[in-house]
């Protein structure tokens, strides 16, 4: 029983005796509703991707919990198939790296060609690359939900040597290899990176923080694409999202999914988006080295392409001031 006093007493008085009175007064007369129509979807689709699957130990997680999480995440934002560009060249006999790229097959994600080693085009001979594209090949061959769609290391296809992006492109399409490019990325493995180094250096994380401006770089470069894509398509074709196979992804995906949902996004699986008409695209422009929606910007004197946090001097400065608070 909770004590009152007098003064109390009183208020609680008025109090009842204003929800009793409360239905008495006139109702004033309401504006209708608009409902929403259920008929109307969002036209803002997205696939989730993670490359440099089986990737080395982060700044937080045990490897071998961090897949676990990963997928536990996936199940939980709602995201049935994820595309996982794999590195088979980092995969020794001796780790359970194998088993955990299985897991995420058995849990219903699709696998496919990141070259064995993450070659880097640019500083690589055309001979030489390919033959780390046909050692991932031949590692993924079988393995059940591989998808033959192959990821460019560092989204690089042969920076401005257009003979060699030519070669590969042609080589590639031989193989029966499609291009798995992506349309959105805000750098997870560099504020990955960033967190490593504060943390080796005992710096104190604002955890809360660093995940606000994780799903936050991430909501908005997706708008950012979209509205790009729109300027220079006319239409909204469905994005891809990039992702590595960072702690920082495993722990905060959901997190992202649930606010890509409030934003209006509709998440879809690596197939259909991989169904778009910008899959068969192929933008010819003086670089070789982002994402197919600034590639087909700059190939149509779009300006305004750059995502600005995927500049580096932009992300550090903001991540020392919202999660080292410095
Ligand atoms: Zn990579």
């Given at each position: 029983m909770i004590a009152l006093s007098p003064r109390g007493l009183l208020l609680l008085l008025l109090l009842v005796g204003f929800l009793y009175a409360a239905p008495r007064f006139a109702a004033p007369a309401q504006e209708p509703i608009a409902a929403a129509d259920p008929t109307v979807q969002s036209d803002k689709r997205i696939a989730f991707s993670f490359d440099d699957t089986p990737r080395g130990a982060g700044a937080f997680l045990e490897k071998d919990e961090r897949h676990e999480l990963l997928i536990e995440a996936l199940e939980t934002a709602g995201i049935e198939q994820a595309a996982f560009f794999i590195n088979p060249g980092r995969i020794t006999p001796s780790d359970h790296d194998a088993e955990i790229v299985m897991a995420y097959a058995k849990a219903g994600h699709v696998l496919a060609n990141h070259t064995a080693h993450h070659s880097k085009l640019a500083s690589t001979s055309v001979e030489k690359f390919l033959a780390d594209v046909d050692e991932a090949a031949e590692w993924l061959e079988g393995k059940p939900n591989f998808r033959p769609w192959f990821r460019f290391p560092h989204l690089d296809e042969g920076s401005k040597d257009k003979a060699k992006r030519n070669a590969v492109r042609k080589a590639l399409k031989q193989r029966g290899l499609m291009n798995g490019y992506v349309t959105i990325d805000a750098s997870d493995w560099y504020m990955e990176d960033l967190a490593l180094a504060a943390s080796k250096s005992g710096k104190l994380i604002d955890w809360n923080a660093l995940r606000d401006l994780f799903v936050e770089s991430y909501v908005q470069s997706a708008n950012f694409s979209d509205d790009l894509a729109r300027r220079t398509l006319g239409r909204a074709p469905v994005q891809m999202i990039l992702l590595h196979e960072t702690d920082l992804a495993a722990m905060f995906v959901d997190d992202l999914a649930e606010a890509l949902k409030k934003d209006g996004w509709i998440i879809v699986s690596a197939d259909e988006a991989y169904r778009d008409p910008i899959a068969f695209m192929e933008p010819d422009v003086e670089?070789?080295?982002?994402?197919r929606t600034q590639m087909l910007a700059a190939e149509r004197k779009?300006?305004?392409?750059?995502?600005?946090?995927?500049?580096q001097k932009v992300a550090k400065k903001l991540f020392a001031e919202r999660v080292l608070h410095e």
């Open positions: 670089f070789a080295d982002g994402t779009v300006s305004n392409r750059w995502y600005e946090r995927n500049d």
